[in-house]
């Protein structure tokens, strides 16, 4: 119910499901390095999401403009994956 940071990173994962906005507490989300090409419209419903990361998947330009054309300046979306050193 008060779910607030989901990572599920680097996971192969190659849709995200309509509900995601049940979520309705999320305040971070990691999909990092997934096989990714869009998102639901659905995640823009998700009012308390301060950010999100999606570096190393598979978004078009297109995609990821509309993507960010969903938050505004209102949530940090990333689109570049992060390094971690060893």
């Known amino acids: 119910d008060s779910l607030k940071n989901l990572y599920v990173d ?18 971070d989300l990691n999909l990092e390095g997934n096989k ?3 998102l639901p419209e659905s995640l823009k419903n998700l009012k308390h999401l301060k950010s999100i990361s999606l570096g190393g998947n598979n978004f078009s ?8 054309n969903w938050f505004g300046e209102e949530v ?11």
């Open 61 to 68: 330009d297109e995609e990821i403009e509309k993507i960010k």
């Open 36 to 38: 990714l090409e869009s």
């Open 10 to 27: 680097y996971g192969l994962i190659t849709e995200i499901p309509d509900d995601i906005d049940r979520l309705e507490f999320l305040e």
């Open 76 to 86: 940090n979306v990333e689109f570049e994956e992060m390094n971690v050193g060893c």
